[in-house]
């Protein structure tokens, strides 16, 4: 099978994937108790306002009419509206979906930058007391859940120390909306932005460490770095350019993978440091039954999972050819 | 309300007579386990059935901490009286869809809040325990049905008069303690904590502390950028007055927008856009009042008499507030003046519809068709109130600026109101000195800090509202009086206000606060927390207790 | 149908000592590892803690073991309201009065109830898919790859918040819903492993004297792959209690199971994380040591089954 081929039939299997992963959201949303009338009752809202209000979100049709209705509003990119703030969802959602991109980005960036050059410089100083101590580190990192994490950071950093804000995405009180540099260019942004984003740089961290390094060991274990060496190539030129070769592969991948986990694991990170992202959003959506919003928030974040699995699995086949295409 | 030295000393006091309290609980429980069954009361010879398990139902600790601790304490007591008991926790929606709605529940654990427009005692007599407000939904969750009561919570609405009316609720809440449909625990009042260090004259008002409207356009910022940063641990829905309000909402809807009187500090209604007390009339069914002339909406228009007739017209057209309205048969202008003639005669007309309906522009609603109503979106929110809407960002914050031509200009001239994750969140920006008040009440801890904090003190209030129990009565064992008033004997009220919420809030014993002076009844039957007495009435009433001190119906 | 093969039972019998003797030889592997060593002694403390948290009554000897936690956890008012450390409560009290200690103790149960029990479902599972996914291949490969897919994106906190709001929060309904997602990563080496056996010769002389399919998966193959499936339930259990210990943060976790996760979540709620450190860094530390143990037992395990292979 040519690459072509093979590139048709992964496209073929991922709109399969995303229908059984819509499908499947729309199943375990209707199967919550509660509706989005609840949190209104206990402030007033009598029988007659409930039931008009049910009538009017289209809650009493049956099942399989509001998912074909759903599905078809999908396939033309519409989202619907939001049972609880009644505005259409992707208003509300886009503002949530960068602020967790930019938080999760950064985040990545930072872990991936200083995962490589931590991991290279283990594998480089092999046996000695600086890689076992850096893997002893890395693994506790490893071993650390974000809220601990998080946790841990905001006592020391905030509440001890109180070098940052404790929480939020900029100081109150100015302008808001504005473009993108305005909203994620400032000094202030930036310090808020911070802690949070070391706290998932730090969970984040492990991986490329660990990878780089296993990596590095392979390479300086080769045959041929003895043979370039015999031609006369200063060690460190030769090893440097293999390792980059041999790494690109595995940390491309891995990185991919990560990025779609990471969006599942920002919740954590948003809940901490009260981070108006998307997965808080969710979280609230999914405690006030709007169903709309937390299929939105829940779809997003699994389509960048799943795109992002389809990515590292291309991106696998582009970069090493010796992978057959089945 | 008194001085926070005395409340400290107060709180001490108490605290230690509810640590007292609980040793001897822990104390006598273990003596229970020791015993056949633990006490001398004796109950039926003959058993039958074992009285079913009793599923109750109750928050989860992160939708409410004080609850979450309350219920499993009551779990323990009921056992100990010889039930079975299921404790379930749940999220606020499902909590409420399974026992308001579905009413699919024994027993529930829930609170039923105080705004200020519940200071008038009908939603807490009429609404919540009349039968005709049974089915799913209905404020009458336990489906509780008692005749002589329907009379008398049909007769307080028809009497303007109030000493009759008290006389009224007096008897009604006489007959709800007798037959405990509800155990009423307590008024959850406490504190909302600020940073006096940057904003004064706070102004905590029964049932809201600093939710109040009137402490909102009394706070002061003392620092000169002259911003309130206030911190409520949930977001606003929506500042559109037509949709479905949660309470939060209402709390800024009624910033931007004026009614003709607003409930005042005391909870008695004030006159706000108009002139004076209503003129009452026809024994009660016609209803007059005379608008100010100094009233304009935030974008310069006046607001007149047509504004006020437009909004009632269009409150009756509105299929969500509708309802709201419905008592009005006609709405007449003369002049200044406005008219209300009532279909039937409505006591708290006043507080009830004068109080809670928003006064609408008629340049900017005045084309939008009643179905619309709810998803209209007006961008500047233009009403009358003391604050005009300035921005929104969801999630992050809402920014209303002062409305110099209001009569009542507020003393901020920046409000931003900004939703946390959780209270413990708030507190921790309050220390920071990322906002300066909270709408909350912060767990006893973070009380603790507060006190202890040069910066920040604490603003006590008192609750209208209160926490309770709710018996579904339409099932057995609820069904039988004896069962609801022994499992009410098995409700640690004073172990629920010393020591889980460290003295915040009162204990109480019926539907009507105590700080809600004028018509609360002081002398109701009492239920405190009493597992002997509880055995007595299930001994009295037939019931038995087997080897394993698991209770029993009688076999007779 | 030949009387050679074998049925599930045996399979499984066998598949089961082949493992307990695998371990027995590979327990030499820890031999000269310092930190799987370090990590197998954390461990063993923690079982034992653990297994003795809470009193034993062996009914018909009448005997009482004591349990190592001073007092009930969830008994309010042991102490008073948080107390630090004293020799009375060595962790110090909460917000409520319980004994910190016992609550740290009591919830070591309950991390190594979730880390087992959902190490070894999940794994199961995925090793069972990849097998039968690698080894039938055509269509069965292609179903089962797609769903491995939608699993693989779903984002597991948000689906575990979801299903804890249907089913509700118990401990058996976290389990699943950590077990519904980490069974892919296993079922995905696994069936790529089992790919490349499925080639070897011993695979072709096993079908050419007619052993059938289930004695080939689980008598032949199976037994190649096993030390993969090893270390993969070594990874599970670090993600499963991780996972737990998130979703008990954010307040889905089981009231009545108090885990470390949740202990962290109520000095959260109750306010306290500025004063109380003697009540949120026990279980937060607790966490990291036990993840930490099992990812060295797994890196020592990582080294002798696949030297090649990198952390996932």
Same mark, same amino acid.
Request: net charge negative; proline share 5%; aromatic share 12%.
């Given at each position: 099978?040519?690459?072509?081929?093979?590139?048709?039939?992964?496209?073929?299997?991922?709109?399969?994937?995303?229908?059984?992963?819509?499908?499947?959201?729309?199943?375990?949303?209707?199967?919550?108790?509660?509706?989005?009338?609840?949190?209104?009752?206990?402030?007033?809202?009598?029988?007659?306002?409930?039931?008009?209000?049910?009538?009017?979100?289209?809650?009493?049709?049956?099942?399989?009419?509001?998912?074909?209705?759903?599905?078809?509003?999908?396939?033309?990119?519409?989202?619907?509206?939001?049972?609880?703030?009644?505005?259409?969802?992707?208003?509300?959602?886009?503002?949530?979906?960068?602020?967790?991109?930019?938080?999760?980005?950064?985040?990545?960036?930072?872990?991936?930058?200083?995962?490589?050059?931590?991991?290279?410089?283990?594998?480089?100083?092999?046996?000695?007391?600086?890689?076992?101590?850096?893997?002893?580190?890395?693994?506790?990192?490893?071993?650390?859940?974000?809220?601990?994490?998080?946790?841990?950071?905001?006592?020391?950093?905030?509440?001890?120390?109180?070098?940052?804000?404790?929480?939020?995405?900029?100081?109150?009180?100015?302008?808001?909306?504005?473009?993108?540099?305005?909203?994620?260019?400032?000094?202030?942004?930036?310090?808020?932005?911070?802690?949070?984003?070391?706290?998932?740089?730090?969970?984040?961290?492990?991986?490329?460490?660990?990878?780089?390094?296993?990596?590095?060991?392979?390479?300086?274990?080769?045959?041929?770095?003895?043979?370039?060496?015999?031609?006369?190539?200063?060690?460190?030129?030769?090893?440097?350019?293999?390792?980059?070769?041999?790494?690109?592969?595995?940390?491309?991948?891995?990185?991919?993978?990560?990025?779609?986990?990471?969006?599942?694991?920002?919740?954590?990170?948003?809940?901490?440091?009260?981070?108006?992202?998307?997965?808080?959003?969710?979280?609230?959506?999914?405690?006030?039954?709007?169903?709309?919003?937390?299929?939105?928030?829940?779809?997003?974040?699994?389509?960048?999972?799943?795109?992002?699995?389809?990515?590292?699995?291309?991106?696998?086949?582009?970069?090493?050819?010796?992978?057959?295409?089945? | 309300?008194?001085?926070?030295?005395?409340?400290?000393?107060?709180?001490?006091?108490?605290?230690?007579?509810?640590?007292?309290?609980?040793?001897?609980?822990?104390?006598?429980?273990?003596?229970?386990?020791?015993?056949?069954?633990?006490?001398?009361?004796?109950?039926?010879?003959?058993?039958?059935?074992?009285?079913?398990?009793?599923?109750?139902?109750?928050?989860?600790?992160?939708?409410?901490?004080?609850?979450?601790?309350?219920?499993?304490?009551?779990?323990?007591?009921?056992?100990?009286?010889?039930?079975?008991?299921?404790?379930?926790?749940?999220?606020?929606?499902?909590?409420?869809?399974?026992?308001?709605?579905?009413?699919?529940?024994?027993?529930?654990?829930?609170?039923?809040?105080?705004?200020?427009?519940?200071?008038?005692?009908?939603?807490?007599?009429?609404?919540?325990?009349?039968?005709?407000?049974?089915?799913?939904?209905?404020?009458?969750?336990?489906?509780?049905?008692?005749?002589?009561?329907?009379?008398?919570?049909?007769?307080?609405?028809?009497?303007?008069?109030?000493?009759?009316?008290?006389?009224?609720?007096?008897?009604?809440?006489?007959?709800? !303690?007798?037959?405990?449909?509800?155990?009423?625990?307590?008024?959850?009042?406490?504190?909302?904590?600020?940073?006096?260090?940057?904003?004064?004259?706070?102004?905590?008002?029964?049932?809201?502390?600093?939710?109040?409207?009137?402490?909102?356009?009394?706070?002061?910022?003392?620092?000169?950028?002259?911003?309130?940063?206030?911190?409520?641990?949930?977001?606003?829905?929506?500042?559109?007055?037509?949709?479905?309000?949660?309470?939060?909402?209402?709390?800024?809807?009624?910033?931007?927008?004026? /009614?003709?009187?607003?409930?005042?500090?005391?909870?008695?209604?004030?006159?706000?856009?108009?002139?004076?007390?209503?003129?009452?009339?026809?024994?009660?069914?016609?209803?007059?009042?005379?608008?100010?002339?100094?009233?304009?909406?935030?974008?310069?228009?006046?607001?007149?008499?047509?504004?006020?007739?437009?909004?009632?017209?269009?409150?009756?057209?509105?299929?969500?507030?509708?309802?709201?309205?419905?008592?009005?048969?006609?709405?007449?202008?003369?002049?200044?003046?406005?008219?209300?003639?009532?279909?039937?005669?409505?006591?708290?007309?006043?507080?009830?519809?004068?109080?809670?309906?928003?006064?609408?522009?008629?340049?900017?609603?005045?084309?939008?068709?009643?179905?619309?109503?709810?998803?209209?979106?007006?961008?500047?929110?233009?009403?009358?109130?003391?604050? /005009?809407?300035?921005?929104?960002?969801?999630?992050?914050?809402?920014?209303?600026?002062?409305?110099?031509?209001?009569?009542?200009?507020?003393?901020?001239? /920046?409000?931003?109101?900004?939703?946390?994750?959780?209270?413990?969140?708030?507190?921790?920006? +309050?220390?920071?000195?990322?906002?300066?008040?909270?709408? !909350?009440?912060?767990?006893?801890?973070?009380?603790?800090?507060?006190?202890?904090?040069?910066?920040?003190?604490?603003?006590?209030?008192?609750?209208?509202?209160?926490?309770?129990?709710?018996?579904?009565?339409?099932?057995?064992?609820?069904?039988?009086?004896?069962?609801?008033?022994?499992?009410?004997?098995?409700?640690?009220?004073?172990?629920?206000?010393?020591?889980?919420?460290?003295?915040?809030?009162?204990?109480?014993?019926?539907?009507?606060?105590?700080?809600?002076?004028?018509?609360?009844?002081?002398?109701?039957?009492?239920?405190?927390?009493?597992?002997?007495?509880?055995?007595?009435? +299930?001994?009295?009433?037939?019931?038995?207790?087997?080897?394993?001190?698991?209770?029993?119906?009688?076999?007779? | 149908?030949?009387?050679?093969?074998?049925?599930?039972?045996?399979?499984?019998?066998?598949?089961?000592?082949?493992?307990?003797?695998?371990? #027995?030889?590979?327990?030499?592997?820890?031999?000269?590892?310092?930190?799987?060593?370090?990590?197998?002694?954390?461990?063993?403390?923690?079982?034992?803690?653990?297994?003795?948290?809470?009193?034993?009554?062996?009914?018909?000897?009448?005997?009482?073991?004591?349990?190592?936690?001073?007092?009930?956890?969830?008994?309010?008012?042991?102490?008073?309201?948080?107390?630090?450390?004293? =020799?009375?409560?060595?962790?110090?009290?909460?917000?409520?009065? #319980?004994?910190?200690?016992?609550?740290?103790?009591?919830?070591?149960?309950?991390?190594?109830?979730?880390?087992?029990?959902?190490?070894?479902?999940?794994?199961?599972?995925?090793?069972?898919?990849?097998?039968?996914?690698?080894?039938?291949?055509?269509?069965?490969?292609?179903?089962?790859?797609?769903?491995?897919?939608? =699993?693989?994106?779903?984002?597991?906190?948000?689906?575990?918040?979801?299903?804890?709001?249907?089913?509700?929060?118990?401990?058996?309904?976290?389990?699943?819903?950590?077990?519904?997602?980490?069974?892919?990563?296993?079922?995905?080496?696994?069936?790529?492993?089992?790919?490349?056996?499925?080639? #070897?010769?011993?695979?072709?002389?096993?079908?050419?004297?007619?052993?059938?399919?289930?004695?080939?998966?689980? #008598?032949?193959?199976?037994?190649?792959?096993?030390?993969?499936?090893?270390?993969?339930?070594?990874?599970? =259990?670090?993600?499963? =209690?991780?996972?737990?210990?998130?979703?008990?943060?954010?307040?889905?976790?089981?009231?009545?199971?108090?885990?470390?996760?949740?202990?962290?979540?109520?000095?959260?709620?109750?306010?306290?994380?500025?004063?109380?450190?003697?009540?949120?860094?026990?279980?937060?530390?607790?966490?990291?040591?036990?993840?930490?143990?099992?990812?060295?037992?797994?890196?020592?395990?990582?080294?002798?089954?696949?030297?090649?292979?990198?952390?996932?």
């Amino acid at each position: 099978m040519g690459l072509r081929a093979y590139v048709v039939r992964r496209v073929l299997q991922l709109i399969v994937t995303f229908w059984a992963f819509f499908t499947l959201l729309f199943v375990l949303f209707r199967m919550m108790p509660g509706d989005p009338t609840s949190m209104f009752i206990m402030d007033g809202m009598t029988p007659e306002q409930r039931e008009q209000r049910i009538a009017e979100l289209g809650l009493d049709q049956p099942l399989y009419v509001q998912y074909v209705e759903y599905l078809q509003q999908l396939l033309t990119g519409d989202f619907g509206q939001s049972f609880i703030y009644n505005d259409p969802v992707i208003d509300i959602i886009t503002v949530r979906f960068m602020n967790t991109i930019v938080l999760m980005g950064t985040a990545l960036v930072i872990a991936y930058v200083i995962g490589i050059a931590f991991g290279a410089l283990m594998g480089w100083w092999r046996d000695s007391r600086f890689e076992r101590g850096g893997i002893i580190v890395t693994l506790m990192a490893r071993s650390s859940p974000e809220f601990w994490v998080g946790i841990v950071l905001l006592s020391v950093f905030v509440f001890w120390l109180g070098w940052f804000p404790s929480s939020g995405m900029r100081t109150t009180g100015g302008e808001l909306g504005g473009g993108f540099v305005a909203r994620y260019g400032s000094l202030d942004f930036l310090h808020h932005l911070f802690l949070p984003a070391l706290t998932g740089a730090i969970v984040y961290l492990a991986t490329p460490t660990l990878l780089m390094r296993s990596t590095m060991l392979d390479v300086l274990n080769a045959d041929f770095i003895e043979i370039k060496k015999a031609e006369g190539l200063p060690e460190r030129t030769v090893l440097y350019k293999h390792a980059a070769r041999n790494s690109i592969l595995p940390i491309v991948t891995v990185a991919a993978i990560a990025t779609g986990a990471a969006m599942g694991g920002s919740v954590v990170i948003e809940t901490v440091f009260n981070w108006p992202g998307m997965g808080r959003e969710m979280v609230s959506a999914v405690n006030q039954n709007d169903y709309p919003l937390a299929m939105a928030a829940f779809f997003l974040m699994g389509s960048v999972v799943i795109i992002m699995n389809f990515v590292a699995d291309l991106l696998y086949v582009y970069l090493d050819p010796r992978v057959e295409y089945e | 309300m008194e001085m926070p030295e005395d409340s400290t000393t107060r709180r001490t006091v108490l605290k230690g007579a509810g640590m007292a309290g609980v040793t001897g609980l822990t104390a006598s429980l273990a003596g229970c386990t020791g015993g056949e069954n633990g006490t001398d009361v004796d109950g039926a010879d003959e058993l039958a059935d074992e009285v079913p398990e009793i599923h109750l139902v109750a928050p989860t600790a992160g939708a409410n901490p004080f609850r979450n601790e309350l219920a499993s304490a009551i779990e323990e007591n009921w056992e100990e009286i010889g039930f079975e008991v299921n404790l379930e926790n749940l999220q606020f929606n499902a909590h409420v869809d399974t026992v308001v709605v579905e009413q699919d529940y024994d027993a529930s654990l829930l609170g039923w809040g105080g705004t200020p427009e519940r200071i008038d005692p009908h939603t807490f007599i009429y609404d919540m325990h009349h039968s005709d407000n049974t089915q799913q939904g209905g404020r009458n969750t336990p489906g509780w049905e008692h005749d002589e009561y329907d009379e008398l919570a049909e007769l307080q609405v028809t009497q303007p008069d109030r000493e009759e009316r008290q006389q009224t609720v007096y008897d009604a809440q006489e007959i709800i !303690a007798e037959n405990q449909p509800r155990t009423y625990i307590a008024n959850e009042g406490g504190y909302h904590p600020y940073a006096s260090a940057r904003v004064e004259n706070v102004d905590p008002t029964l049932g809201e502390g600093l939710n109040s409207f009137w402490n909102m356009i009394s706070a002061t910022p003392i620092d000169d950028d002259d911003t309130v940063r206030f911190g409520y641990p949930s977001e606003i829905i929506s500042l559109n007055p037509m949709q479905d309000l949660a309470t939060p909402d209402r709390q800024f809807v009624r910033l931007i927008y004026d /009614q003709l009187f607003r409930i005042g500090r005391d909870g008695i209604p004030e006159p706000w856009l108009v002139t004076g007390e209503p003129e009452i009339e026809d024994g009660g069914m016609t209803y007059t009042v005379e608008l100010r002339d100094d009233l304009t909406f935030h974008d310069g228009e006046d607001l007149t008499v047509d504004d006020v007739e437009f909004t009632y017209e269009l409150y009756a057209d509105s299929p969500t507030y509708g309802g709201l309205v419905e008592v009005i048969d006609e709405v007449d202008t003369a002049g200044n003046e406005i008219t209300f003639h009532l279909e039937e005669e409505f006591a708290p007309f006043t507080a009830n519809v004068l109080g809670q309906v928003y006064i609408f522009p008629e340049h900017v609603w005045g084309d939008v068709e009643p179905e619309e109503l709810t998803d209209f979106e007006d961008e500047n929110w233009t009403g009358s109130g003391p604050f /005009q809407f300035r921005d929104w960002e969801r999630q992050a914050e809402l920014q209303l600026e002062a409305f110099d031509d209001h009569f009542e200009t507020p003393n901020a001239d /920046q409000f931003i109101r900004i939703p946390g994750e959780d209270t413990s969140q708030l507190v921790n920006d +309050l220390e920071a000195g990322q906002i300066d008040m909270v709408g !909350a009440v912060p767990q006893p801890t973070a009380v603790d800090r507060a006190r202890d904090d040069d910066d920040l003190d604490l603003a006590e209030f008192n609750a209208v509202g209160y926490a309770m129990i709710e018996y579904n009565t339409r099932r057995e064992p609820f069904d039988d009086v004896a069962v609801r008033r022994a499992l009410s004997y098995g409700v640690p009220k004073e172990e629920y206000v010393e020591f889980i919420r460290d003295g915040m809030g009162t204990v109480t014993h019926t539907t009507i606060s105590e700080h809600n002076e004028f018509w609360h009844n002081p002398d109701v039957e009492e239920f405190t927390e009493d597992l002997d007495a509880a055995r007595e009435e +299930l001994a009295d009433a037939g019931y038995g207790w087997d080897d394993d001190n698991r209770l029993h119906y009688g076999a007779e | 149908m030949s009387t050679e093969r074998t049925s599930p039972v045996d399979a499984a019998t066998g598949t089961i000592g082949n493992g307990v003797s695998y371990l #027995r030889t590979k327990l030499e592997i820890f031999e000269g590892d310092r930190l799987g060593q370090i990590g197998l002694a954390i461990l063993a403390v923690f079982l034992f803690v653990g297994i003795f948290a809470r009193p034993y009554t062996i009914e018909f000897l009448n005997v009482t073991i004591p349990g190592l936690a001073p007092y009930d956890p969830t008994e309010r008012a042991v102490g008073g309201r948080l107390e630090g450390p004293s =020799v009375a409560h060595p962790l110090g009290t909460t917000d409520m009065g #319980r004994d910190v200690l016992s609550q740290l103790i009591a919830g070591t149960r309950v991390t190594l109830l979730v880390g087992s029990l959902a190490a070894f479902m999940a794994v199961f599972i995925g090793t069972n898919v990849g097998l039968i996914s690698a080894y039938f291949g055509g269509w069965v490969d292609d179903t089962l790859m797609r769903i491995t897919d939608v =699993v693989y994106g779903v984002p597991f906190l948000p689906f575990a918040i979801v299903l804890v709001a249907i089913l509700g929060s118990s401990l058996v309904n976290i389990i699943i819903a950590i077990v519904l997602i980490l069974w892919r990563s296993t079922a995905r080496v696994i069936r790529s492993q089992v790919l490349s056996h499925k080639q #070897r010769p011993y695979v072709e002389s096993a079908q050419a004297i007619g052993a059938g399919h289930v004695r080939i998966m689980y #008598r032949h193959i199976l037994p190649n792959v096993l030390p993969l499936t090893f270390l993969y339930a070594a990874f599970a =259990v670090a993600w499963a =209690v991780i996972a737990e210990a998130s979703l008990s943060f954010l307040g889905f976790g089981d009231p009545n199971m108090l885990s470390w996760g949740e202990m962290i979540y109520n000095v959260y709620t109750a306010n306290a994380i500025r004063e109380a450190w003697w009540w949120v860094f026990p279980p937060g530390i607790a966490i990291m040591l036990f993840v930490m143990s099992v990812f060295f037992i797994g890196r020592t395990l990582e080294k002798e089954v696949n030297p090649e292979l990198k952390h996932q």
